[in-house]
C-alpha cells in the first residue's frame, strides 16, 4: 500500500530532485538501487540510491522504520546490501568490511555516546589514528582536530566521561576525522542532547564541511538538520521520495505539513 508520504510527495519527486553532479563535482559516496535488511527478514531499503557530492552535507530525514539509519550500515560496511552498489570516489566498494571502508575514506560515527569515559579526551581521539604509523602525520591530523573543535584541544587531558553529552560528541568528531576521510557519517548525533548541545552540533556538522569533508547525516530532527545541510532526502519504505536543496525542502508546506510537524517557517 502507498504511503502517505509517498502519495504526498511523488508526485513532485522528478521535478524537484537535486541536479546530478557534473564532472567537476563527481560524488564521493553514491548508493545505487542498494536492497538491504537483517536475516531472513523483509528488506529495509528497498532500491534506494544516494549520492554525496564533495563539499556538502546531505541530510536523510523520514519517519521511523524508513531505513536512514540502516544506510548508514550499509556504506560504512556493517551490513553487506543484498542487492546494488555502493561506490567510493570512483571505487566500487560493495560488500567490503568496515575496515576496508575505512581504509576507502569513511568514517562512520554511530547513534549515541561512543566515547570511552574512563579514558582520557587526547587517547579517545588517538584511538581514530591506530591505523597510522608516521608520528608527524599524527600530530599533523592532531594539530588539524583540535584547531577545528578548540574544546577538545582545551579538554585534552581531561577523562571523556567528565564532558557533557555535547562536548562527548565533538570528540567523538574529533576522533573520527583522525583518518582524515572523504565522507564522515553521523547516525542521530544530536541524540539526548539539549537544545544548546545540539546547536552546537550542528554547528561543528558545518565546521567540519567547510574543512573538507563532506558529511552524510541522518537525523530525527529534521527540520534542525536540513537547517544544516545542503541537500535533503526524505526517506519512506527503504527508498528515497523527494530529494533537492534542503532550504527548498524546509519551504515545501506538503512536507512541513507531513513530517516536520507544522507550517514552513516564512522567508523574510
Same mark, same amino acid.
Given at each position: 500500500? $502507498?504511503? %502517505?508520504?509517498?502519495?504526498? =510527495? &511523488?508526485? *513532485?519527486?522528478?521535478?524537484?530532485? &537535486?541536479? $546530478? !553532479?557534473?564532472?567537476?563535482?563527481? !560524488? @564521493? ?5 542498494? *536492497? ?17 557530492? !564533495?563539499?556538502s552535507?546531505?541530510?536523510?530525514? +523520514? ?6 539509519s540502516?544506510?548508514?550500515k550499509?556504506?560504512?560496511? @556493517? ?19 568496515p575496515?576496508?571502508?575505512?581504509a &576507502? ?20 581521539? @588517538?584511538? /581514530?589514528a591506530?591505523?597510522?604509523? #608516521? ?7 592532531? #594539530?588539524?582536530v583540535?584547531?577545528l ?11 571523556? /566521561? ?8 565533538q570528540? %567523538? ?8 576521510p572523504?565522507?564522515?557519517?553521523? #547516525?542521530?548525533?544530536?541524540? /539526548?542532547?539539549d ?7 550542528? $554547528?561543528?556538522?558545518?565546521?567540519m564541511?567547510? &574543512?573538507g569533508?563532506?558529511? =552524510?547525516?541522518? %537525523? ?6 536540513? $537547517?544544516?545541510?545542503?541537500? +535533503? ?7 528515497v ?5 534542503? !532550504?527548498? =525542502?524546509?519551504? #515545501?508546506?506538503?512536507?512541513?505539513? @507531513?513530517?516536520?510537524? /507544522? ?6
Amino acid at each position: 500500500m $502507498e504511503s %502517505e508520504l509517498e502519495s504526498e =510527495l &511523488a508526485p *513532485q519527486a522528478t521535478a524537484g530532485q &537535486a541536479a $546530478e !553532479p557534473g564532472p567537476a563535482a563527481e !560524488p @564521493l559516496l553514491r548508493l545505487t538501487d542498494v *536492497q538491504a535488511g537483517y536475516g531472513r527478514a523483509a528488506l529495509v531499503l528497498r532500491g534506494l540510491s544516494v549520492t554525496v557530492a !564533495p563539499g556538502s552535507v546531505v541530510c536523510l530525514v +523520514g519517519p521511523n522504520g524508513a531505513g536512514k539509519s540502516t544506510v548508514l550500515k550499509v556504506a560504512s560496511g @556493517l551490513l553487506k546490501p543484498r542487492a546494488g552498489q555502493v561506490v567510493v570516489d570512483g571505487v566500487d566498494v560493495t560488500g567490503r568490511s568496515p575496515q576496508q571502508l575505512l581504509a &576507502a575514506g569513511l568514517s562512520h560515527v554511530p547513534q549515541g555516546h561512543s566515547v570511552f569515559p574512563e579514558m582520557t579526551v587526547a587517547e579517545n581521539v @588517538l584511538l /581514530g589514528a591506530y591505523t597510522v604509523r #608516521d608520528r608527524s602525520e599524527v600530530e599533523a591530523r592532531t #594539530d588539524f582536530v583540535t584547531e577545528l573543535f578548540p574544546l577538545v584541544g582545551e579538554r585534552w587531558s581531561a577523562l571523556a /566521561g567528565a564532558l557533557s553529552g555535547g562536548q562527548q560528541k565533538q570528540v %567523538e568528531f574529533a576522533r573520527s576525522l583522525m583518518v582524515r576521510p572523504k565522507v564522515v557519517l553521523l #547516525d542521530e548525533p544530536s541524540m /539526548g542532547l539539549d537544545p544548546k548541545a545540539t546547536a552546537v552540533v550542528f $554547528e561543528q556538522v558545518r565546521r567540519m564541511r567547510d &574543512a573538507g569533508t563532506a558529511v =552524510l547525516l541522518v %537525523e530525527q530532527n529534521a527540520r534542525r538538520a536540513l $537547517e544544516s545541510a545542503d541537500v +535533503g532526502c526524505v526517506l519512506d519504505l527503504g527508498r528515497v521520495h523527494i530529494t533537492g536543496p534542503a !532550504p527548498d =525542502l524546509l519551504a #515545501d508546506p506538503r512536507l512541513a505539513q @507531513l513530517y516536520l510537524g /507544522g507550517r514552513p517557517k516564512e522567508v523574510s
